[in-house]
Structure formats: C-alpha cells, structure tokens
C-alpha cells in the first residue's frame, strides 16, 4: 500500500542552485545510478529506469521550458 498523498509543487531556486542540481543529475544519469533529490522536505528516489523528457509550452506574453522525470511505481 502507498501511504504517500498526491502532491504538485513548484519550487524556484537561485542559479547556482539549480545548476548544482542538473549536474548531480547529469552525473548519476552518465555513471547509471540513482539520482536522489530533496523537494520541499521531501526525500524523492528517481530510479534508473526513469524517462527524461522536456517540455516547450507557450503562451501569449510568457514561456516555459519544463525537464521533465517520470517513472512508474513497482
């Protein structure tokens, strides 16, 4: 049974943040580990197995470019 509630958050992060972030991403992605990443307090586990997408949406006067991660619970 999956105890977890469903939950949506956005979260920003100055720069250098998010760049120290992507390249822990990238180098679990090249080694073929596990990435692990903490979101609002919460300890998220991102299996090898998972598909890495990005997103363009456009919108009158604004942009967003989304990476996305998605993988299915086993």
């Known amino acids: 049974m999956n105890d977890k509630t469903e939950r949506d958050i956005e979260k920003s992060y100055p720069t250098a943040d998010f760049v120290a972030k992507l390249r822990r991403l990238a180098d679990c992605l090249e080694k073929g580990q ?6 609002a307090g919460e300890r998220i586990y991102v299996p090898v197995r998972a598909i890495y997408s ?21």
């Open 34 to 39: 596990q990435f692990e990443i903490s979101i």
């Open 54 to 74: 990005i997103e363009h949406e456009r919108e009158e006067n604004e942009e967003e470019i989304e990476f996305q991660i998605k993988w299915t619970k086993e």
